[in-house]
Nanobody
Framework: QVQLVESGGGLVQAGGSLRLSCAAS????????TGWFRQAPGKEREFVAG????????SYSDSVKGRFTISRDNAKNTVYLQMNNLKPVDTAVYYC?????????????WGQGTQVTVSS
């Protein structure tokens, strides 16, 4: 049984950067894609970025493209989300999950989330 644990969230000023980590335990990410989602208060959970297992192909939502970068370190069994030029609208709880695509229902294992707060 795989478990995902996010870390790296916090409070940052607009224009700043954070790097989120998603560590897998129990089983590796081998053979699975990984996605980052976020959920702001009163809003639905939305796709942020994803990385496929085969070829490490990446995808991003339009709102973060050019500012966020998803990457994977297979040796550490960890997926990262580097977030640059953060904006107040990026404030949300960020979740990593195992699966593929941009729809949350296609992901079967979720972490507990990490809070990101961007002040103006």
């Amino acid at each position: 049984q795989v478990q995902l644990v996010e870390s790296g969230g916090g409070l940052v000023q607009a224009g700043g950067s954070l790097r989120l980590s998603c560590a897998a335990s129990g089983r590796t990410f081998s053979g699975y894609g990984t996605g980052w989602f976020r959920q702001a208060p009163g809003k639905e959970r939305e796709f942020v970025a994803g990385i496929m297992w085969i070829g490490a192909r990446t995808s991003y939502s339009d709102s973060v493209k050019g500012r966020f970068t998803i990457s994977r370190d297979n040796a550490k069994n960890t997926v990262y989300l580097q977030m640059n030029n953060l904006k107040p609208v990026d404030t949300a709880v960020y979740y990593c999950a195992r699966g593929g695509g941009t729809v949350a229902s296609r992901y079967d294992v979720w972490g507990q989330g990490t809070q990101v707060t961007v002040s103006s």
